[in-house]
C-alpha cells in the first residue's frame, strides 16, 4: 500500500558547490578561443527553493578589488518550453580581495524543462549553457505494514535521465547538528528505466548504520526511518563530480536540482 509521507527540510546533506574558481593569478587564460568562452558560470535551478542563484566571472579581469567591481554581462535565463526569458538581476559582494557578482532566478523553476542561460558583454562575446531541469515525483511507499522488519519499497516516478542520489538515516540534519545517515546510493540513468526502485529491510538498514546488530526498539527511537533525497539534471551530477583534467571544464557548471528529506513511520515494536 502507499503511505503518506511527512516532508522535512534537507538541511546541507548534499550541497551543490559553485565555488569562485581562481584560474591563474597572473590571468594568464586566454579565453579568446571560440571553444573557451569569457565567463566562468557556476549555479544551480533549484526546484524547491523561491529563489535560484547563478554566479558569473570575467575571465579576462584581474583578481583584484578594482577590476571585479563591475560586471559587463547581460544574463538571461530562457524556459525553452514556453519560450520566456527573463533578464537576471545580480547582487555584489566582496569576497577574499574581489567582488562576486551572483544572478538571481525569482520566478519559479519548472521541473522536467529546458532552461536556455545566455551571458553576454558589450562586445557580443557569448556564452550559452543549456539544462533540463530534474522530474519532480512524489515519492510512493509501497508495504504490506509498517512493521520494523517488513521491507519496504521506495519509487519514483517518472524520472528523466537524471541522477537520484538517496542516503537512509536514523535522525535528521537540524540546524544545529548533522543527523545520523548511512552510505550515499547513488541512482544514475544506467541504473533504471524510467523511474527508481529501490527496496530496504528497515531493520538491516538501521543496523547497518549504527553498526549494530541492535533491535528495532534501540534503533529507531524516532519512530521513523528518513530518506535524504538530492535529484540532479541530466548528466549534473556527473559533471560535479568528475575528475578535472581541463581547466576549462571547471569554469561551467550549471543544472537543475533539488533536495528533500522523507520520514517514514516505522513501528519499532514489532
Known amino acids: 500500500m502507499k503511505l503518506p509521507v511527512n516532508r522535512f527540510l534537507f538541511w546541507g546533506l548534499f550541497v551543490v558547490a559553485t565555488p569562485f574558481l581562481f584560474i591563474a593569478c597572473d590571468n594568464s587564460f586566454d579565453p579568446s578561443g571560440p571553444d573557451n568562452g569569457t565567463f566562468?558560470?557556476?549555479?544551480?535551478?533549484?526546484?524547491?527553493?523561491?529563489?535560484?542563484?547563478?554566479?558569473?566571472?570575467?575571465?579576462?579581469?584581474?583578481?583584484?578589488?578594482?577590476?571585479?567591481?563591475?560586471?559587463?554581462?547581460?544574463?538571461?535565463?530562457?524556459?525553452l518550453r514556453s519560450g520566456v526569458s527573463t533578464t537576471l538581476g545580480s547582487t555584489v559582494r566582496e569576497f577574499e580581495g574581489v567582488y562576486l557578482h551572483t544572478f538571481q532566478v525569482s520566478d519559479g523553476v519548472v521541473p522536467d524543462t529546458p532552461y536556455l542561460l545566455r551571458v553576454e558583454n558589450s562586445n557580443g562575446d557569448l556564452v550559452e549553457l543549456e539544462t533540463v531541469t530534474p522530474t519532480l515525483p512524489v515519492p510512493q511507499v509501497n508495504r504490506e505494514n509498517d512493521?520494523?522488519?517488513?521491507?519496504?519499497?521506495?519509487?519514483?516516478?517518472?524520472?528523466?535521465?537524471?541522477?537520484?542520489?538517496?542516503?537512509?538515516?536514523?535522525?535528521?540534519?537540524?540546524?544545529?547538528?548533522?543527523?545520523?545517515?548511512?552510505?550515499?546510493?547513488?541512482l544514475g540513468p544506467s541504473t533504471y528505466t524510467n523511474r527508481v526502485s529501490i527496496t530496504v529491510n528497515p531493520l538491516i538498514t538501521a543496523q547497518g548504520i549504527a553498526s549494530t546488530f541492535g533491535v528495532c526498539s534501540s534503533l529507531l527511537t524516532r519512530g521513523n526511518i528518513y530518506v535524504a533525497i538530492a535529484h540532479y539534471s541530466p548528466g549534473f551530477y556527473e559533471k560535479l563530480n568528475e575528475d578535472l583534467t581541463n581547466i576549462l571544464q571547471t569554469t561551467r557548471q550549471f543544472g537543475g536540482f533539488y533536495a528533500d528529506t522523507l520520514a517514514i513511520p516505522i513501528d519499532a515494536s514489532q
Open 147 to 186: 512493521a520494523c522488519t517488513t521491507p519496504l519499497n521506495l519509487v519514483f516516478d517518472p524520472m528523466n535521465g537524471g541522477t537520484l542520489v538517496i542516503r537512509f538515516g536514523l535522525e535528521p540534519d537540524t540546524p544545529d547538528q548533522k543527523g545520523r545517515w548511512g552510505r550515499l546510493i547513488e
Open 40 to 79: 566562468s558560470i557556476h549555479g544551480t535551478l533549484d526546484l524547491l527553493e523561491e529563489k535560484s542563484y547563478i554566479r558569473v566571472r570575467d575571465l579576462n579581469a584581474p583578481f583584484t578589488l578594482e577590476a571585479t567591481e563591475d560586471l559587463d554581462a547581460v544574463v538571461t535565463l530562457q524556459n
